[in-house]
């Protein structure tokens, strides 16, 4: 689709410097825009580019004062950075925007859909599921048997959902992500045979939570595994049976966190960090990356790293030690050298 340099500033409630009949069709970075392209510039370091861009329409801050000559046509806004991530989620809109139900797929005959739904071609939807409205469910997506989501939610191709899971309004689950898969359950015989523990709960994901590509959230061994209402999951992270994340948290690639324990609102989870089971996190927790955590957090708010886990500053300050290890090895070794020089001295 093709938009004027005009309506483009229509829409941001911004101001046109240039020909506002310029026309673009693609977004770009200012550094490498093409004609036909709308790029932004929020940071003074890519000043630079504004005056060699051969983009065909920059957005710009109201206040900025130009150096040199420019060839792109200006669109002038209050805030660049705000106004080109309307225009994102726009074009990330617009090019999402299908509907209709392929073929083949398959849709038992007792499964509820809502109005207009996209279900992309070898989706598989079970008996007894329920789809609210306006949901996207693309190609090689299985829904279980009872699965309920909720309006407005979007799979990605070959999202599996296992039975009984619950998704709610708004919920986004990227290419991969498994739903629902069994929690690690195994009971230890005499025989040193583990007997496996039928998982016979759900997963629920309440309203706006987003999860990562290849992503797992097990099913509950009973009760549910709850991800409460915003929460945000990275690519390949690990939730185990009965965890609950709290609201608004957000968790990076590679986090694995262990069953039954109870993460709080407003948490930052950094990239492969560890969380051992049956442990409680307090609401607003920063864990760094590569943090292991073995034991409960009860102080909100506050910074965690390293493992065993210990206050971030107290993180810093010992891996400041940890790397003049070498030197203080090497002033060791000269001093025993000299105290047993001494000792055989006399």
Known sequence: MQFTAQDISFLLNGTVEGDPSVTVSQLAKIEEGTAG????????KYEQYLYTT???????NNDLQLTAPVTTTLIRVENAYSAFSV???????????????????????????????YIGAFAYIGPNAKIGNNCKIYPNTYIGDNATLGNNVTLFAGV??????????????????????????????????????????????EENVEVGANATIDRATMGSTVVRKGAKIDNLVQIAHNVEIGANTVIAAQAGI??????????MIAGQVGIAGHLTIANGSQLSAKTGINSSITNEGAAWGGTPYMPYKDYLRAHAKLRKLP????????????INELRNAH
């Open 258 to 267: 262990s069953g039954s324990t109870k993460i709080g609102e407003q948490v």
């Open 54 to 60: 051969q983009a065909s329409a920059v957005i710009v």
């Open 327 to 338: 030197d203080l090895d090497k002033k060791v070794y000269e001093l025993e050298k000299l």
């Open 87 to 117: 225009l994102l989620e726009k074009y990330n809109t617009i090019k999402l925007d299908k509907k209709g139900i392929e073929q083949p797929s398959f849709i038992h005959e007792s499964a509820q859909v809502g109005d207009d739904p």
């Open 160 to 205: 599996k959902v296992y039975f009984d899971c619950v998704l709610g309004d708004n919920v986004i689950v990227h290419a991969g992500a498994v739903i629902g898969s069994d929690g690690f359950g195994f009971a230890p015989g005499a025989d040193g045979v583990y007997a496996k523990i039928s998982q016979i709960g759900n997963v629920i994901l």
């Open 37 to 44: 392209s709308l790029s932004f510039l929020a940071n003074p």
